[in-house]
């Protein structure tokens, strides 16, 4: 059985950071995309990043690039977020689907978290 299980979130005031993790279990990131997603109140969904399970290749949104990097290790996938800003504030949401590369399409990813909230506030 496939389970991802997120964690860290939190409050953190504007240019602070948090890291999130994503634990996985039943089965192995060498075949599988791992990629987080946000939604904030009142707003679509959103891919953030994205790493792949065959080569380590990862790809960000334009809206994080230089300030978030994802990683992995092991059968566990990080976010690290720095200079945070109140518009990162959303429900973070980690994925996986069998994706030969990355990609932050949302129809792609066959099994999600429950979700941490990030609130970025003063």
């Known amino acids: 059985q496939v389970l991802l299980v997120e964690s860290g979130g939190g409050l953190v005031q504007p240019g602070g950071s948090l890291r999130l993790s994503c634990a996985a279990s039943g089965f192995t990131l060498d075949y599988y995309a791992i990629a987080w997603f946000r939604q904030a109140p009142g707003k679509e969904r959103e891919g953030v990043s994205c790493?792949?399970?065959?080569?380590?290749s990862t790809y960000y949104a334009d809206s994080v690039k230089g300030r978030f990097t994802i990683s992995r290790d092991s059968n566990t996938v990080y976010l690290q977020m720095n200079s945070l800003k109140p518009e990162d504030t959303a429900v973070y949401y980690c994925?996986?689907?069998?994706?030969?590369?990355?990609?932050?399409?949302?129809?792609?990813?066959?099994?999600w978290g429950q979700g941490t909230q990030v609130t970025v506030s003063s």
């Open positions: 790493i792949s399970g065959y080569d380590g």
């Open positions: 994925a996986t689907g069998r994706i030969p590369g990355v990609s932050l399409d949302d129809y792609e990813f066959d099994y």
